[in-house]
Nanobody
Framework: EVQLVESGGGLVLSGGSLRLSCAASGFTLDDYSIGWFRQAPGKEREGVACISPIEGPPLYSDSVKGRFTISSDSAKNTLYLQMNFLTPEDTAVYYC??????????????????WGKGTLVTVSP
């Protein structure tokens, strides 16, 4: 059974940093496109970052490019999202996602098959 469990969310001041983690089980991260989505209250879900074993550099949404970094640790089968220079507009529930078939360039816009339950990030002014 595929499971994704996020952690690391919380409250942070504007300009601060957080690192989200996602522990994966039931599959090997290296075989999947893996990424992070977020959904803010009253807003549509947004693909934030994605990496894939068969594509080039990670993909990022324009809203986080240069501030967020996605990475993975194969030995721990864990995905990370380092978030720097956070602003209140980054407040959202962040979801870890994975897909065995879709490349990042498709998945980041259309979503992925596997989802975690999410972790809340709140950035105060």
């Amino acid at each position: 059974e595929v499971q994704l469990v996020e952690s690391g969310g919380g409250l942070v001041l504007s300009g601060g940093s957080l690192r989200l983690s996602c522990a994966a089980s039931g599959f090997t991260l290296d075989d999947y496109s893996i990424g992070w989505f977020r959904q803010a209250p009253g807003k549509e879900r947004e693909g934030v970052a994605c990496i894939s074993p068969i594509e080039g550099p990670p993909l990022y949404s324009d809203s986080v490019k240069g501030r967020f970094t996605i990475s993975s640790d194969s030995a721990k089968n864990t995905l990370y999202l380092q978030m720097n220079f956070l602003t209140p507009e980054d407040t959202a529930v962040y979801y870890c996602t994975a897909d065995h078939l879709l490349p990042c360039k498709v998945a980041i816009n259309h979503g992925m098959a596997e989802w975690g339950k999410g972790t809340l990030v709140t950035v105060s002014p």
